[in-house]
């Protein structure tokens, strides 16, 4: 009901009174009604703080990476800011476990939720997926691009092979829509993406952090407790459009931009770059949750300034050079 | 160098070197450190607190009598807390922060009541009240070697009218019983401008309801799992709060019509437990 208000309304502005243009999105089969999702890993376990993020104006959440058994994470630090609005993180994957967390997806009714899963082999997957095969869920995405835990992310996002047998088998089980984060690992990341491709993938999201660390030079010894973590926002905007307009240059798959988004401006140049929609993460820290709304506010002014009435008409504009 | 440290980065971990450690009781220590910026947070605030080789914990900034110093009260429990409590003189600890809102101290009569650690910023806040402040101080412990900050108080509150009363829940020391016994009486007798409150969370709960049935203005300092300290993880995650971010101070009103509050708190995993089973 309360969607087909939100349409509504879109409608009367786009089509009657020619006020604003449409910023709702399609990625591949997953429809959302603007382009704006929070990224996994920020906020993600309560039903309640997605549906504050929800009303604030995402046009969807994906949750923290969800594994078959509940996980504590690493001793901290566990996050911490590295200047210039970049953080370098290992909070180490810490999540309920997909028994309670499917008890806590029980509870939507009008969210609409994107399920990161995170396992080691495909059995791990599809596990997950049987067990909330009942809830709500607008999509997966499989987090194939952790970069500090081991045997999980990265480790399986780098070996081709696996994630096809992933891919394919999960789609076997299930008809919910299937979408891949990927990262910059140990091997050409476009391959990751060839072989999730093959295997029936429904979207891509590029890209993850990127595998970093620090030292204190006062204490002498890495800052976060996992010493190696992931590196995320503003640094790593400009590597995450390029990976993203190389995407969409080779391979015909929808994709959600992420990495390092801070304002409508950022957002704009990745759905130039090729993407259909953004995820936002980092940026919550500094911005809090009203980040969705001014992204939207900003990608309107700037459609309207442009002339164009619809997502669909920007995405992937600057590959033609 | 005042203008070095206002360009710090607050959300980094900064190196601070313990100066004097205070033993309160046999299990809780405060360790005092120089520090501008921590010296200068508001009652409620609290840090990340980084021990170099084990974790970071959430710490509850607490008030040191000397300009430019500020402190941690550490009470020994897990792992992490019983290293920070074990730290030596002249050892280094890692602070970013401060993080969260802070109490909204009203004019008038006040009354603070804490139990244990959670006394800490509620000490804290006598720092900031003025002479005109009329404060009544509850502190509660288990027996009588766990009473903490009781002449601290008193010093802290020398220009105000004041009373501090203690109470033990096996009455070795002040009252025999629970803090929320001596509240009741209290609020028989007289009626107060705010109350503040900070400790077990089922303390807090049963302080909140009894100042809202008197139509007092309450608020507590709410403790959960952190992780960032910044909004990000959603470890602190509270209905639809984050504590980190949108405490860790609660008007009361607001906490009794959360169901979380007094109820349930996340592990680290992010997994609801419940209260009554910790208890």
């Known amino acids: ?94 999540n309920p476990g997909v028994d309670n967390f499917s008890k ?54 780098d070996d081709p092979e696996l994630v096809y047998d992933i891919v394919k088998k999960i789609k076997s089980v299930t008809n919910t829509p299937i979408i891949a984060k990927i990262g910059l690992g140990s091997i050409n990341y476009l391959d990751t993406i060839h072989a999730a491709c093959d295997g029936g993938i429904n979207a891509i999201t590029a890209i993850n952090t990127l595998r970093a660390m620090s030292i204190d030079i006062d204490a002498m010894r890495p800052i976060l407790g996992n010493k190696i973590g992931g590196l995320s926002g503003r640094p790593i905007k400009t590597i995450a459009i390029r990976c993203v307009y190389e995407i969409s240059s080779r391979y015909d798959i929808p994709i959600i931009g992420c990495g390092g988004i801070s304002d409508w401006s950022d957002a704009v140049e990745f759905i130039l ?32 300034k442009k002339n164009f009435t619809n997502i669909g008409e920007m995405v992937g504009i600057s590959t033609k050079f | 160098m005042k203008w070095l440290e206002s360009l710090r980065n ?7 070197k313990i100066e004097k450690i205070i033993n309160e009781t046999p299990t809780i220590r405060t360790l005092i450190f120089s520090d501008q910026i921590m010296s200068n947070s508001l009652p409620g605030q609290f840090a990340m607190v980084w021990i170099p080789g084990i974790n970071e914990l ?22 992490s807390s019983t290293s920070l409590y074990n730290a030596k003189l002249g050892q280094y600890i890692g602070i970013r922060g401060p993080y969260g809102n802070n109490f909204n101290i009203k004019s008038g009569k006040l009354l603070l009541v804490g139990g244990g650690t959670g006394l800490v910023p509620l000490m804290r806040l006598l720092k900031f009240v003025n002479s005109s402040h009329d404060i009544t101080l509850i502190i509660g412990a288990s027996t009588k070697t766990e ?14 009218t004041h009373h501090v009363i203690t109470t033990t829940i096996d009455g070795t020391y002040g009252h025999k019983g629970l803090v929320t016994d001596v509240m009741s009486d209290l609020l028989h007798e007289t009626t107060f401008n705010g109350v503040y409150t900070c400790g077990p969370e089922l ?17 507590a300092s709410i403790e959960r799992i952190m992780k960032c300290g910044v909004g990000i ?5 509270m209905n639809d709060n984050l504590v980190c971010k949108d405490g860790t101070v609660f008007n009361g009103l607001y906490l009794l019509e959360n169901d979380e509050f007094g109820c349930t708190y996340r592990n680290k995993s992010g997994s609801i437990e419940n209260y009554t089973s910790k208890v």
């Open chain 1, 1 to 94: 009901m309360i969607k087909n208000i939100r349409l509504l309304i879109i409608f009367i502005n786009c089509f009657i009174f020619k006020m604003k243009p449409d910023i709702s999105t399609h990625i591949g089969p997953i429809f959302i009604d603007n382009p704006t999702i929070l990224a996994s890993g920020i906020l993600g376990i309560s039903i309640q703080v997605f549906d504050r993020i929800y009303s604030s104006g995402a046009g969807a959440v994906v949750t923290k990476s969800i594994s078959v058994m509940p996980s504590d994470g690493y001793n901290g630090p566990s996050l911490f800011s590295v200047g210039g609005d970049g953080w370098l993180n290992a909070i180490g994957l810490s």
């Open chain 1, 104 to 157: 806590i997806l029980n509870q939507n009714t009008k969210i609409p939720i994107i399920v990161s899963l995170v396992g080691s082999h495909s059995v791990d997957f599809i596990t997950m997926v049987k067990k909330l095969h009942n809830s709500k869920i607008l999509a997966y995405e499989l987090n194939l691009s952790c970069p500090h835990v081991e045997k999980v992310g990265l480790d399986v996002g």
């Open chain 1, 273 to 304: 770059a090729g993407a259909s929609a953004v995820q936002i993460g980092s940026i919550i820290n500094n911005k809090w949750m009203k980040i969705f709304s001014d992204i939207n506010l900003g990608l309107i002014n700037y459609m309207t």
């Open chain 2, 10 to 16: 607050f959300n980094k971990p900064h190196l601070c």
């Open chain 2, 58 to 79: 959430p710490m509850s900034v607490m008030v040191s009598t000397k300009q430019n110093k500020a402190a941690f009260t550490v009470r020994k429990q897990g792992f």
């Open chain 2, 147 to 160: 009473v903490c900050f009781e002449d601290l108080a008193n010093l802290l509150l020398k220009n105000n």
């Open chain 2, 203 to 219: 303390m807090m709960l049963n302080v909140v309801k009894m100042a809202l049935s008197k139509h007092i203005f309450v608020q």
């Open chain 2, 233 to 237: 993880c959603g470890s602190c995650s």
